[in-house]
């Protein structure tokens, strides 16, 4: 749900799952860094993930669809 997002308190730590197809495919930790009290002075969300490369390739890919995008360096 995009409109989830927003309604975090930032810098907070929550505890969610991710779902694909109404099925739930992982436990995850998120955080929301409000401009421009984050590293970058921009608007981030962090997501904790466990690290199977396969999902975290899947939820990237997901959050990106939504118009999510890529740290640069």
Request: proline letters at 4%; charged letters at 20%; hydrophobic letters at 45%.
């Amino acid at each position: 749900n995009k409109k989830s997002i927003a309604v975090i308190t930032s810098r907070k730590l929550y505890n969610c799952f991710v779902l694909v197809n109404n099925e739930q495919i992982d436990n995850c930790l998120v955080v929301r860094f409000q401009a421009p009290y984050s590293f970058t002075g921009e608007n981030v969300v962090e997501l904790h993930l466990h690290g199977n490369p396969f999902l975290v390739d899947l939820i990237i890919q997901i959050a990106v669809d939504y118009g999510a995008r890529l740290a640069k360096p």
